[in-house]
């Protein structure tokens, strides 16, 4: 079968850091497009990082200079490095995949092929 696997969440103080882990069975991230979103209670889902099979990355506006995208040397394996954490960041992490892309270029949008299962971020103090 073909898993994402999502962990790192936690709560964690204003200010603090996290670093997320997206682990992907059954299928390789080789040439797959990565991506991580968010949700927020009462909030759409929304697009946070994404980066493609040559690590190409983007990001959204609210997490640009505090959040690093990057494919681990594990195999299979993404992050997400998550610093100066505000309380406005608590939400449920998603990954998602797209195995083999038709556009090369990832996107933070939501059509993606698998998901996982969520991982909770909380920020407070």
């Known amino acids: 079968q073909q898993q994402l696997v999502e962990s790192g969440g936690g709560l964690v103080q204003p200010g603090g850091s996290l670093r997320l882990s997206c682990a992907a069975s059954?299928?390789?991230?080789?040439?797959?497009?990565i991506g991580w979103f968010r949700q927020a209670p009462g909030k759409e889902r929304e697009g946070v990082s994404c980066?493609?099979?040559?690590?190409?990355?983007k990001y959204a506006d609210p997490v640009k200079g505090r959040f690093t995208i990057s494919r681990g040397n594990a195999k299979n394996t993404v992050y997400l490095q998550m610093n100066s954490l505000k309380p406005e960041d608590t939400a449920v992490y998603y990954c998602?995949?797209?195995?083999?892309?038709?556009?090369?270029?990832?996107?933070?949008?939501?059509?993606?092929?698998?998901w996982g299962q969520g991982t909770q971020v909380t920020v407070s103090s």
């Open positions: 980066i493609d099979s040559i690590g190409r990355s």
């Open positions: 998602a995949a797209v195995p083999l892309p038709l556009i090369s270029v990832c996107m933070l949008s939501s059509p993606y092929d698998y």
């Open positions: 059954g299928f390789t991230l080789d040439y797959a497009n």
